[in-house]
């Protein structure tokens, strides 16, 4: 029968139990609440920004810098473990720093344990933005990691890339080995695997844990506890929407040329409706004057056509009734030469 045992030794593994918990919760500590990564406001020009040594816009030093391990302002000489001793005396200020990270661009205390762990361990070592692809030293935000992903984001791109995280690569949910519904998804290289495709060969898995991506070893998700999406492609009519009759879709027969520019879900506005209106009215009144116009020309080109058709008539006339006259007087000459023919022939007999 085991030993009873005394309120010391549950306290002393109580005590162990805790210990242990914050410890490994210290390893995964969300990365927003790093001393490297906090929010510093610059006392110069007043803008929020990552903590750094120098303000990212100004370049001023700050007045209170703040270690990037230990978060402390303040070395009060508790630890007894200064590089740079000072007995009696609580240091603030470039009093306290010791060095600068040169991956999150912080100030770092004179403490020794911090000046000798802190350059391994930083977690802003390879801390470059997803979406962007900028690191610490190309913007004065703070960096965070996607809940999906795990990959890091800046400040300015983080929402839009969690909005978008969840999106497959690929147009189904189909297993990218084979033609199978895939039952778990990478949200890393955003892949769906079926059941035998997610486990290789000679892999040894963990009991009670999730499956490690055989592409990139992030750990994997059941597709059915994610709201995971596909992605789809529109070409060409697909993208107009849906029409009950070929002549709605602004395409003809011949060479598919588009004949309305203006969308299905397009919504006037009151002014520009009534901009519209009346330009079509004054384009319809320009053109009905034209039209008037164009008829009064055509009206005036036809009466001076008239018009030269009878001059020319009148000008026919006189001609065809001076040739009858000439032909009149030709009658009358030849008779007058007849008579005196016959005088002449009565005159010799």
Avoid at 49 to 71: D, E, I, N, W
Avoid at 171 to 187: A, I, T, V
Avoid at 254 to 269: H, R
Wanted: some cysteine.
């Amino acid at each position: 029968m085991p030993k009873k045992k005394t309120g010391q030794r549950r306290k002393a593994e109580k005590q162990k139990l805790r210990q242990k918990e914050i410890r490994t919760a210290k390893d995964q500590l969300d990365l927003a609440k790093f001393p490297c990564n906090a929010v510093m406001e610059c006392d110069k020009c007043g803008k929020t920004q990552k903590s750094r040594a120098f303000c990212y816009f100004c370049q001023t030093l700050q007045r209170l810098p703040m270690c990037a391990h230990c978060g402390k302002i303040k070395c009060m000489l508790k630890t007894g473990d200064c590089v740079v001793r000072h007995p009696g005396i609580f240091t603030i200020g470039l009093g306290m720093v010791g060095a600068i990270c040169d991956h999150c661009e912080a100030w770092v205390c004179h403490g020794r344990r911090c000046l000798t762990t802190h350059a391994c361990i930083c977690p802003l070592i390879d801390a470059i933005c997803q979406e962007c692809e900028r690191g610490v030293w190309d913007h004065g935000g703070r960096i965070f990691r996607c809940s999906f992903c795990n990959c890091f984001l800046c400040e300015d791109d983080q929402f839009e890339h969690q909005a978008s995280c969840q999106v497959l690569e690929a147009e189904s949910f189909k297993c990218q080995s084979c033609n199978r519904l895939g039952q778990y998804s990478c949200l890393r290289c955003k892949t769906c695997y079926c059941e035998d495709h997610i486990r290789r060969k000679g892999f040894k898995y963990e009991k009670n844990k999730p499956i490690p991506c055989p592409k990139c070893g992030f750990e994997t998700s059941q597709t059915k506890d994610l709201s995971m999406s596909t992605r789809n492609h529109k070409f060409g009519r697909q993208s107009q929407g849906t029409y009950e009759y070929d002549n709605e879709s602004g395409y003809n027969y011949y060479g598919n040329q588009s004949q309305n520019c203006i969308p299905e879900n397009y919504t006037y506005q009151e002014n520009e409706s009534e901009d519209d209106n009346n330009e079509d009215d004054d384009d319809d009144d320009d053109d009905d004057d034209d039209d008037d116009d164009d008829d009064d020309d055509d009206d005036d080109d036809d009466d001076d056509d008239d018009d030269d058709n009878d001059e020319n008539d009148d000008d026919d006339d006189d001609d065809y009734d001076d040739a009858d006259d000439d032909d009149y007087n030709g009658d009358d000459d030849y008779d007058d030469d007849d008579e005196d023919d016959d005088n002449d022939i009565t005159i010799g007999m």
